[in-house]
């Protein structure tokens, strides 16, 4: 794609950088066929093509963004599916998070959705506040039909239909502590807990300090780490997701210099594409960029981890498990037969629903601020596993677990969960 930048324009490296990628697109349009918005909606403005253009043209004009172009690109799930489909190595990634940077620079949203989206970031990512949040859900959830009908409150009715109707305890994986290796120690990782996981699914970091100490790796869950940032990332809030970034490069330097980690493990797959991106993120920053990369370099999700362990083969269970793989998982990090193989070796049998490249609607907070695509996203992702005829779903992406439970009664659960159940721990509660 030709391009007019100029040069004053691409001495900023983030619109440099951005005109780099323009330039790679030569709108074949491939990448339409497999974004779930055009799939969904039709128009040419909510696929990949139609979005590059609008950025192309607010960022070459350098003009403030406009309704129609926050209009499109809001509804953009950052699935990447585009990216997986795309010939000519679009990096649209980079290109849609320099695009939200923009927008929330420079565009003035309405109250309701600038009230909306401070309250979300000032909470989701706190795990005490957002356990506090789902706790007021709970009283607040009679009057959920009222709000719809209240402009200013209807994200946040939105939010009360999604919030669990129970939460469960606390669970002290979550808390920092060196979680000792059983028998000889074979390798020491750090473990991201997360934010909403361990509130709304502490049993994830459970099953995954348990599987990894049972195999004789020591877990360290260091001080200081936190939300790993992505959720403000996608929002375009770019100050918010980068402190995020670097509170936790101290706190994984801090534990690797204590004694050196083979890995920093992540479990959910959103986290860990953020994670793998700190070096990119934070390039600019002249005290964090080599600390960052060093960082990203380390980080892998616990499937990658697992596969390096070499877990015995186990006898059939009997259990059909139909396998969900997370956009971030399958189109960011390009992981996609390492969490089947497992799950096989451990003696599952694993199905493959249709459409499987197609996001569930999940997408960080995109459930909450895109409720209707959203919604039908996640019917079509239920037919289809459905269609499988499972026992249960694995995944490993909690937006995914919570999206997806919400539409169907086969129990889904963390693919670490089923392969702790596999090799020692206790049957998920869910089965
Ligand atoms: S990231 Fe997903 S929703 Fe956004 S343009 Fe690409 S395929 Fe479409
Ligand atoms: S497939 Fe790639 S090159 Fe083709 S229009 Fe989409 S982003 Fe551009």
């Known amino acids: 794609m030709q391009t007019n930048f100029s040069l004053e324009q691409l001495a900023d490296p983030h619109v440099a950088e951005s005109e780099k990628i323009l330039r790679k697109c030569v709108h074949c349009g491939f990448c339409t066929a497999t974004c779930p918005t055009y799939v969904l909606l039709g128009d040419e403005l909510d696929s990949p093509r139609g979005r590059i253009y609008l950025i192309k043209d607010m960022l070459e004009n350098g003009r403030p963004a406009d309704s ?37 620079k420079t565009y003035r949203r309405p109250f309701k959705d600038r009230f909306a989206r401070a ?21 607040v959830r009679p009057v959920s039909g009222l709000l719809k009908r209240i402009p200013l409150l209807r994200t946040f009715a ?42 709304l699914r ?14 004789g790796i020591e877990v360290v869950v260091a001080e200081g780490e936190g939300c790993c940032g992505a959720l403000v990332h996608h929002m375009g809030r770019e100050d918010q997701a980068l402190k995020a970034a670097r509170r936790n490069v101290d706190a994984w330097l801090k534990a690797t210099e204590e004694s050196s980690l083979d ?81 096989k070796r451990a003696g599952f049998t694993v199905r493959d629903p249709a ?34 005829r499972p026992n249960a779903i694995a995944t490993g992406n909690i937006g995914c677990i919570m999206q997806i439970a919400s539409g169907t009664k086969v129990p889904i659960l963390h693919t670490v969960e089923l392969l702790d159940w596999a090799y020692g721990g206790p049957k998920p509660a869910e089965l």
């Open 202 to 215: 502490p049993e994830i970091n459970e099953a995954t300090v348990r599987l990894l100490t049972g195999q």
């Open 158 to 199: 939105v939010m009360l239909d999604l919030a669990p109707a129970t939460l469960p305890p606390a669970s002290a994986a979550a808390r920092p502590k060196i979680h000792a290796a059983k028998g000889a120690r074979r390798g020491r990782v750090a473990l991201l807990t997360g934010c909403a996981q361990p509130v």
């Open 263 to 343: 890995a920093i493990v992540v479990t959910a797959s959103g986290c860990g594409t953020m994670i793998k991106d700190y070096g990119h993120v934070l390039r600019l920053d002249p005290g964090y960029a080599e600390k960052a990369a060093k960082v990203s370099a380390m980080a892998k999700d616990i499937t990658e981890y697992l596969a390096e362990l070499d877990l015995p083969e186990q006898e059939a269970r009997g259990l059909t498990v139909a396998y969900h793989s997370a956009c971030s998982m399958q189109h960011a990090q390009k992981i996609t037969t390492v969490p089947k193989q497992l799950l």
């Open 355 to 388: 459409e499987g490249h197609l996001c569930c609607g999940s997408a960080g907070t995109y459930n909450i601020l895109q409720p209707e695509i959203s919604a039908k996203l996640k019917a079509r992702k239920v037919r289809n596993i459905e269609a499988t």
């Open 119 to 139: 309250v979300i970031a000032a909470t989701l990512p706190y795990p005490k506040r957002f356990r506090l949040a789902l706790r007021a859900a709970g009283i």
């Open 68 to 104: 129609e172009t926050v209009t499109h690109i809001d509804r953009c799930l950052s699935c990447l599916s585009c990216m997986t489909t795309c010939p000519s190595g679009v990096d649209y990634m980079h290109l849609v998070d320099h695009a939200r940077i923009h927008i929330e």
